[in-house]
């Protein structure tokens, strides 16, 4: 009898304990805070052997996408899409001399002294591992109307899949053309959670674990900050000037980015805007435009109904 009543005891508390949850939220304690987790991308050492690429499909169990032969570039991938979360691009700077590869006979008889093949030319490759830039301030989360786009607890940005609607805000929003929706699939958006799965046991995520030459560095945004003005103070001494970081100041969208790069060139080169913008602040002026239009429109109607 004593054991029944124990067990009617504690279902009577279990019930109570779901009401109250149901009725106050949860009492479960907090997740502890954790230093913001990102991403160092340095392209001037980056080799574009793709192995990032792989790991992230192989990882995150995404399909394969058809190759593509552009005709002007040996990039194969070309974006980076709801099935492609890490995107090596080749950006070909080939520059070609107006002189022939080989000296005609009679120029090399006549003993001519022009250089017959361009060894030292400008020609180089720009080869960088684009992925998701996880913003500080991201204005995708900002445009989602469900809630499915939140900041986990290593402060990257995260879609959740079971609540994302399809409905395509966060695509227009986001001015690095990052986050796509999955057209031939569940048609729900979808971009690189930063292996979430991973940072919960421990794991650095499966791109920075499979780069053989650690061009993308993983670890707290505020020590790959330090190290990235170190490495760019390193490429400047050594005569590499056109080194710039792109993502560090936080005067990028409003507190910067937390996969930020170190790029060799114009961040238009490697297809990254100079001043990315965020929608929402048009926001405001566009709607104190549109109540101007109204009321001027107002005031022609009356004033033509008056006549």
């Known amino acids: 009898m004593a054991i029944e009543a124990t067990k009617r005891a504690n279902m009577r508390r279990a019930s109570l304990r779901s009401i109250v949850s149901l009725l106050i939220g949860s009492k479960e304690p907090p997740m502890a805070s954790q230093a913001a987790m990102g991403f160092f991308t340095d392209t001037s050492i980056c080799i574009g052997c793709k192995a990032c690429e792989i790991a992230c499909k192989q990882w995150n169990q995404l399909p394969a996408s058809e190759p593509l032969w552009t005709g002007s570039s040996y990039d194969n991938t070309g974006q980076l899409s709801a099935t492609t979360w890490r995107h090596v691009q080749f950006i070909e700077r ?7 590869l080989l000296q005609p006979v009679p120029a090399l008889m006549s003993g001519s002294q022009s250089t017959a093949l361009p060894f030292f030319n400008s020609d ?39 609540i994302c609607n399809g409905c395509g805000y966060c695509v227009v929003a986001c001015p690095f053309g990052v986050i796509a929706r999955d057209q031939y699939g569940d048609r729900k958006a979808h971009k690189c959670t930063l292996c979430y799965d991973r940072l919960k046991d ?8 499979a780069c053989p030459t650690d061009s ?9 900050k330090a190290h990235a003005r170190e490495r760019l103070g ?3 001494e050594r005569g590499v000037k056109e080194a710039q970081l792109y993502g560090v100041d936080d005067s990028i969208l409003d507190g910067g980015l937390n996969s930020f790069f170190l790029l060799l060139d114009q961040p238009e080169v490697y297809n990254l805007p100079q001043n990315p913008q965020r929608p929402s602040n048009n926001v405001i ?15 022609f109607g009356i004033f033509i109904f008056k006549k």
């Not at 080939?94 to 022939?100: S, Y």
């Not at 104190?288 to 001027?296: H, K, Y």
Request: overall charge negative; aromatic content about 8%.
């Open 124 to 162: 180089r490759w720009l080869m960088q591992s684009d992925v998701c830039k996880h913003c500080a301030n991201a204005p995708c989360l900002e445009a989602c109307p469900t809630g499915s786009i939140i900041r986990t607890e290593f402060d990257t940005v995260y879609v959740q899949q079971d």
């Open 285 to 299: 002026p566009a709607s104190l435009w549109t109540i101007v239009a109204a009321a001027v429109m107002g005031l």
């Open 202 to 209: 421990g794991f650095e995520p499966a791109c920075a674990k």
């Open 234 to 236: 390193m490429l400047h």
């Open 94 to 100: 080939i520059e070609r001399p107006d002189i022939p």
């Open 216 to 224: 993308i560095q993983f670890g707290e945004v505020e020590q790959l």
